[in-house]
C-alpha cells in the first residue's frame, strides 16, 4: 500500500468540511473519500455552522476554508480553539492576504494548510497530499496560544534592533551556523523560538520549514516583526551573517556553498527534485552544511511531519555538529523530531521554550 494510504494513525479519521461552495464541499467529499481510512461525516456552509457541527460532531479533524459567509474562517478557528481544539487544516489562497490569513491560522492552532484549488481537476491533483494532511493532522495535538504574537511584537524591543544594527556583530561573517528545520506546526514553534533569540547572537541562522512559494516570504515579515535579529526569505548570493536568520524560499530546496575568497558561506536556490515528496528539504541544506560547519554547526529540529532533516542531522551530527530536537509534549506532530530521537542522534530534546536559550548558549561558545 503506498505511504499516503497509510497515514500516521491507524483508526478510522471523521471530517469536518467547511466551505461555502457547494460544489467544492462535493469535491472535496469525494477527494477524501477514497481514502479507506478518512469518513467525512459533517459539512457547514460557513464559520458558524463550523464552530456549530465541532462541538455537536466532535470531529477528528476539520477542513476549514478561510473566505466564508457569516463568520470566517480565521474567526471560526478563534471560537473553535476555544471550545473544542481540533486539528484543523485550512485552505488558503495563493495571494499575498491569502498567505498572511494562512499564518495568523497557524499562529491560533491550525495544524496545517493546503493552498485551495482553483477546479476540480486541481483538486484530484491534490487528493494525495490533502489526504496525507488530514491523516497527519489527526495525530496532532493543537497547541492553543496563550500569548498573541501582537504581544511579542511589543516584547522584542526595537531598541534591541536599534543596537543589533551597530553592533559589529551584525555585519560580520558567521563563524558558526543554526539549522531550524520544522513542517506541521512549525510556524508556531518558530514564533515561540524566534523571539527569544538575543540581538547580539554570534551565528548565522538558516531556518528551512516545509511550504510552498508564496508563503515564506509573509512568514520572514511576519517572524521579522518580533525578532530582534533581522529575519528574510533567502535570495541567491545572500552571506550567511551572524545575528542574521534566512529563510528558506517556498517551492526551493536552499544550498550553501563556500567562496574561494574565504568568505563566509553564501546560500543558492536550487530547483532540484523535492526530497521526502518536499521542496525546500532540511536534509538538502544540512548535506551541504555538515561539511562547511562541521563541529560549528547546531542542527535543530522543530514539529512537524515525516522524517526530513533526520539522515542530514545525522551526517552533521558525524562531523561534531550538535543536534536538539523539540519534545513531544510542545510538538504539534513529533515526525520529524521523532525520527531524529529514533536514530539516537539528539543530544538534548527540549521544550520549545527552551531551545532559544539553547541556540544562544552554543552560539556563545565560539
Known amino acids: 500500500m503506498p505511504e499516503w494510504l497509510r497515514g500516521n494513525t491507524s483508526k478510522t479519521v471523521s471530517v469536518l468540511i467547511a466551505d461555502d461552495s457547494v460544489f467544492m464541499r462535493h469535491m472535496l467529499r469525494r477527494a477524501l473519500g477514497r ?13 458558524l455552522e463550523a464552530v456549530e457541527k465541532n462541538r455537536q460532531v466532535m470531529p477528528d479533524v476539520v477542513v476549514l476554508d478561510v473566505e ?3 463568520v470566517d474562517g480565521l474567526s471560526a478557528l478563534r471560537v473553535m480553539m476555544a471550545q473544542r481544539p481540533v486539528p484543523v487544516v485550512m485552505f488558503s489562497s495563493l495571494t499575498h492576504k491569502g498567505a498572511q490569513v494562512t499564518l495568523e491560522a497557524l499562529s491560533l492552532g491550525a495544524v496545517d494548510f493546503l493552498p485551495k484549488p482553483t477546479s ?4 484530484d491533483k491534490a487528493a494525495e497530499e490533502l489526504c496525507r494532511k488530514v491523516l497527519a493532522a489527526a495525530s496532532a495535538k493543537p497547541r492553543v496560544r496563550e500569548e498573541p504574537v501582537a504581544a511579542h511584537a511589543k516584547a522584542a524591543e526595537r531598541t534591541s534592533r536599534q543596537a543589533v544594527s551597530t553592533d559589529p556583530k551584525a555585519s560580520r561573517d558567521a563563524g558558526s551556523l543554526v539549522v531550524i528545520g520544522a513542517s506541521a506546526g512549525g510556524p508556531q514553534a518558530l514564533e515561540e ?8 547572537l554570534g551565528s548565522g541562522v538558516i531556518v528551512c520549514q516545509h511550504m510552498p512559494a508564496g508563503f515564506t516570504a509573509s512568514m520572514a515579515r511576519r517572524l521579522d516583526t518580533v525578532s530582534a535579529l533581522p529575519v528574510r526569505e533567502a535570495s541567491d548570493g545572500d552571506l550567511i551573517r551572524a545575528g542574521e536568520i534566512l529563510v528558506a524560499p517556498g517551492g526551493h530546496h536552499l544550498r550553501v556553498f563556500q567562496d574561494d575568497n574565504g ?25 551541504d ?11 535543530v529540529i522543530l514539529s512537524g511531519m515525516g522524517s526530513d532533516g533526520a539522515q542530514g542531522a545525522r551526517k ?11 519534545d513531544e509534549s510542545t510538538s504539534v506532530v513529533w515526525g520529524m523530531p521523532r525520527a531524529c530521537y529514533e536514530l539516537g542522534i539528539a543530544d538534548k530534546m ?3 521554550g527552551q531551545i532559544a536559550g539553547e541556540i544562544a548558549g552554543f552560539s556563545h561558545s565560539f
Do not use: C, W
Open 350 to 352: 527540549l521544550p520549545i
Open 316 to 326: 552533521a551530527k558525524d562531523r561534531g555538529a550538535k543536534v536538539v530536537v523539540q
Open 120 to 123: 476540480g481537476f486541481e483538486l
Open 193 to 200: 523560538l524566534v523571539p527569544g533569540l538575543p540581538g547580539d
Open 68 to 70: 466564508m459567509p457569516r
Open 289 to 299: 552544511v555538515a561539511y562547511i560547519y562541521g563541529n560549528r554547526l547546531m542542527v
Open 35 to 47: 481514502h479507506p481510512r478518512i469518513q467525512v461525516v459533517a459539512e457547514a456552509r460557513d464559520g
Open 263 to 287: 568568505r563566509s558561506p553564501r546560500v543558492s536556490r536550487d530547483n532540484g527534485p523535492p526530497v521526502h515528496g518536499v521542496r525546500p528539504a532540511v536534509d538538502v541544506t544540512l548535506a
